[in-house]
């Protein structure tokens, strides 16, 4: 049955499939529903239906561009992370749509003329940083396709013969000393244990959310950091050594969380949110682990009177820290958990190597801001403070 295509004005698309996969397609003008042009496309279907029945071989151009996307896509849920394959998914299916606009059905048809007005469209509605974004991904496409795709043009990527699009890169902002220091008196028991964690390990939002207590070694002052940053989605860990000051407050919030669950961090309350890509309704309950915390620095360094800075801006700060106080940026690197000194750069516009993680500690430690922490947590922790969330020990 053909389907009308909202996004290209109302057109109808006549597809056929064998078992369960699309062996043809075909657009046809827009009309009413039982009109002419439905009732062409009904006619196409069932022309094209009864080929493939009796054993004739149809014209499978648009199956063989269709066959491609969809290898590479479960290629990519396949070893890639999940927010790496969304976007790729993503790209190929804008790219799709707009082939299919313009009859494009094999990729012999997509020429460098194509692949640069594609790009240039999205340049001009969404930036070159997103037209970047988009050339990667489809180049990354098309040469996995000419490795793996049996019958796939023997031929230079015609996406590499777009030139990649001028950005202005702007700096992040990096907040002063002081107005980490406001913020930090802002806050009270399980938020300045993890304020102090960044700073000290400047591990990423996403890997202090998914510190459990199996990733904390009180005894040899060090913690397991987590992410997905290397090559195919791989997980890769490292050990972040830790200064006495964090230790003694993780061992505090251990004993003072009012919930005994496997994370470190943990929200507090129950409450519904809305998940922000697909609207859906979120219930969230006390003990779960932190995902976004969206508003929460916002928050702070409203109550601070600051300008705002997140998360973020806390691991660049601990990298400056570092760097202002060894000079180099093989300390900073050691501390971030990079790879490549050429990331490293992005926050320091410096190189290195590896360092002495005793000496990542003292830089941090011994700086404003890391002593700025330590006295927070230490009021927080102190026996005359009470913590609002150790009011008791529950159990889930």
């Known amino acids: 049955m053909p389907t009308r295509l909202k996004k290209k004005g109302g057109q109808w698309q006549a597809r056929v499939f064998a078992n369960g996969q699309q062996v043809a397609s075909k657009l046809f003008p827009p009309g009413r529903k039982n009109g002419p042009e439905w009732r062409a496309a009904k006619e196409w279907e069932e022309e094209v239906k009864a080929a493939v029945l009796a054993g004739v071989k149809v014209n499978s151009d648009s199956a063989n561009f269709a066959h491609w996307l969809k290898l590479y896509l479960d290629h990519a849920w396949r070893t890639m992370a999940e927010k790496t394959a969304k976007e790729k998914a993503a790209v190929l299916d804008d790219f799709a749509d707009y082939c299919l606009e313009r009859s494009i059905t094999t990729p012999d048809q997509i020429s460098p003329q194509v692949a640069h007005m594609f790009l ?32 796939f043009p023997d031929r230079l990527s015609p996406f590499l013969k777009v030139k990649p699009f001028r950005v202005a890169h702007s700096d992040r ?85 009012p919930l005994d669950v496997p994370n470190v961090f943990m929200q507090t309350a129950h409450y519904v949110t809305k998940n922000p890509k697909t609207g859906e309704a979120i219930e969230v309950n006390p003990g779960d682990p932190f995902t976004l915390r969206r508003h929460f620095m916002t928050a702070i360094c409203k109550r601070a009177g600051v300008k705002p800075f997140g998360f973020h801006a806390l691991r660049h700060k601990a990298a400056e820290i570092v760097y202002l106080a060894g000079g180099k940026s093989n300390e900073a690197q050691a501390l971030l958990g990079h790879t490549q000194a050429s990331t490293t750069n992005r926050y320091l516009k410096s190189a290195g190597l590896y360092a002495d993680k005793t000496k990542v500690v003292n830089a941090i430690m011994g700086s404003s801001v890391g002593q700025a922490a330590a006295e927070r947590v230490q009021k927080v922790i102190a026996p005359e403070v009470a913590a609002p969330e150790a009011i008791c020990k529950q159990s889930l």
């Open 120 to 151: 240039t469209g999205v340049h001009d509605q969404r930036g070159g940083h997103v037209a970047n974004k988009y050339r990667k991904n489809l180049l990354a496409a098309w040469n996995w396709g000419a490795d793996m795709v049996e019958g």
């Open 173 to 257: 902002y990096v907040p002063p000393d002081k107005d980490v220091a406001a913020v930090l008196a802002q806050v009270g028991a399980q938020d300045a244990v993890m304020l102090l964690a960044y700073i000290q390990t400047g591990a990423r939002r996403g890997e202090l959310f998914r510190l459990t207590w199996n990733d904390v070694d009180l005894d040899n002052k060090r913690v397991r950091l987590t992410d997905r940053k290397g090559g195919g989605g791989a997980c890769r860990e490292r050990w972040q050594t830790i200064s006495e000051e964090l230790t003694a407050a993780l061992n505090w919030w251990k004993d003072a969380r």
